[in-house]
């Protein structure tokens, strides 16, 4: 006899709800999706994704009801090569990317899969951030650096897209280190990308120059490459923007982007001026991005809070031993994951406040979960 539909309602979390149902083996019925909105039902990004499961999967099972309904029952994660998914142009690759990682760990086989849309948009991490932060998260718990990799092939940015990129993961039995990553250790360097894309180059060596005017009165490593596109690798709409990381003493990845670009259809674009045809001097964006990251540094966690609902996600999925980790103020993102970890895998993170660094010392026992799809030796 099959599982029980868990019912669940409206549309946020959807991601991390499909990942947990997935990984758990839980079938779900998600209603009222977006019942109170002009435009009810499912977004066109998130029918995106679905389809993407049932390219990853085996014997998944996805119905649409009705326009505020959704049933999703699980299948096999199997992965696989050569795979090829369009993510359109209404939200980033970037959205699709943390979800895909985390299930594509627990495969058959290890995925390679090439995804086009945007790369670079306000709205979500670009693909800049996934490579110089995200995958190294990835290696802290134990995932192999071989077969791990994201190749940006070309750039894309709103409204029409037109980027690449390839994605690479490896298959685990099991995440096998639980971490203790509390000590966020000093800044000792700053790295970063820029990128252009049908606008001048210049417009990267001002961002550059601006951001390190910012960041070379504290810091005197800083090296920001440019990464300028031309022809079919620019993509179909102008843009630019910059990525910037800063690594600590003690291993930690902190990073922020942003994009300059032109507004998606509907959308109003918080980054043109009052005519809404001209975009922010580069010179203001490099000056912006570099207080962005001053800021996310000050709030003191091992992880900015872009990542925080990943690295929870990884510590609840971790060997049953305990995981302890410090993070800044918490996100809303990390609030929904730790809420969904706790209805999906009935695991609970207990939470202490530091009062000297006013952070959050988080601790949880992993629960251990099993990559059952994988051939074993």
Request: aromatic share 6%; charged share 25%; glycine share 8%.
């Amino acid at each position: 006899m099959g599982k029980t539909y868990r019912r669940l309602k409206g549309s946020q979390n959807l991601r991390q709800r499909l990942v947990l149902a997935t990984l758990s083996s839980t079938p779900i019925l998600i209603e009222n999706i977006r019942t109170d909105d002009t435009f009810s039902g499912l977004k066109e990004y998130e029918v995106s994704f679905l389809r993407l499961l049932e390219k990853i999967c085996n014997d998944c099972y996805i119905e649409i009801p009705s326009a505020t309904t959704l049933k999703y029952k699980p299948g096999i994660v199997i992965g696989g090569s050569h795979l090829y998914h369009d993510c359109g142009v209404s939200r980033s690759i970037g959205y699709f990317l943390e979800p895909l990682l985390v299930l594509a760990l627990f495969a058959k086989k290890p995925l390679t899969i090439r995804l086009k849309g945007i790369t670079n948009d306000s709205k979500d991490p670009s693909v800049d951030t996934f490579r110089s932060t995200t995958l190294p998260i990835l290696k802290l718990f134990g995932v192999p650096c071989e077969g791990l990799d994201l190749i940006i092939e070309s750039r894309g940015v709103p409204p029409n897209g037109g980027g690449e990129v390839v994605l690479a993961v490896p298959i685990v039995h099991s995440l096998n280190q639980a971490v203790s990553w509390t000590d966020e250790g000093l800044i000792k360097r700053i790295r970063g990308v820029t990128f252009s894309a049908r606008v001048s180059s210049q417009f990267e060596n001002i961002m550059i120059h601006a951001a390190r005017g910012i960041l070379n009165l504290l810091l005197s490593d800083v090296h920001i490459f440019t990464d300028h596109r031309v022809g079919p690798q620019a993509g179909k709409s102008p843009g630019y923007g910059i990525s910037l990381v800063g690594e600590t003493t003690c291993g930690v990845f902190i990073s922020v982007d942003t994009t300059i670009c032109h507004a998606r259809a509907g959308e109003i674009c918080d980054f043109t001026d009052d005519n809404k045809t001209d975009l922010v001097p580069p010179e203001d964006v490099g000056r912006q991005i570099a207080f962005v990251l001053l800021e996310e540094i000050k709030l003191s966690g091992v992880v900015d809070s872009t990542h925080q609902g990943l690295l929870f996600l990884l510590c609840a999925l971790c060997r049953q031993d305990v995981s302890k980790i410090r993070v800044g103020k918490l996100s809303q993102h990390g609030i929904q994951t730790l809420r969904e970890i706790r209805d999906f895998l009935d695991l609970k993170f207990i939470m202490k406040t530091d009062p000297r660094t006013e952070t959050i010392i988080l601790k949880c026992i992993g629960s251990g979960m099993k990559n059952l799809s994988r051939k074993h030796s």
